[in-house]
Nanobody, 116 residues
């Protein structure tokens, strides 16, 4: 049973920081790229950040320079450090692992609310 468990969301003010965590179990975590998505009210799901199995990150333009994705394979955990948060960052954040073209695993989601 593959499971992704997220934590770290909360209510903060604009300019503050949060760190999201996603811990995986039930698979060989270290060989997979990991992704963070978010979905804001009334909007489509958006890919926020990706990190390859080798640790190479990539970011959506909207968060570049503010967010940092990292991973600790010894802990089976991927992180999303979010700095300089803006109201438009408000969303439910999901971690994701794509095992194949047709198999995706998702965390339960963690709410991030940024007040302006």
């Amino acid at each position: 049973q593959v499971q992704l468990v997220e934590s770290g969301g909360g209510l903060v003010q604009a300019g503050d920081s949060l760190r999201l965590s996603c811990t995986a179990s039930g698979l060989i975590f270290s060989i997979y790229a990991m992704n963070w998505y978010r979905q804001a009210p009334g909007k489509q799901r958006e890919l926020v950040a990706t990190i390859t199995s080798g640790g190479r990150p990539n970011y959506a333009d909207s968060v570049k320079g503010r967010f940092t994705i990292s991973r600790d394979n010894a802990k089976n955990t991927v992180y999303l450090q979010m700095n300089s948060l803006k109201a438009e960052d408000t969303a439910v954040y999901y971690c994701n692992l794509q095992q194949s073209r047709t198999i995706d695993y998702w965390g339960q989601g963690t709410q991030v609310t940024v007040s302006s």
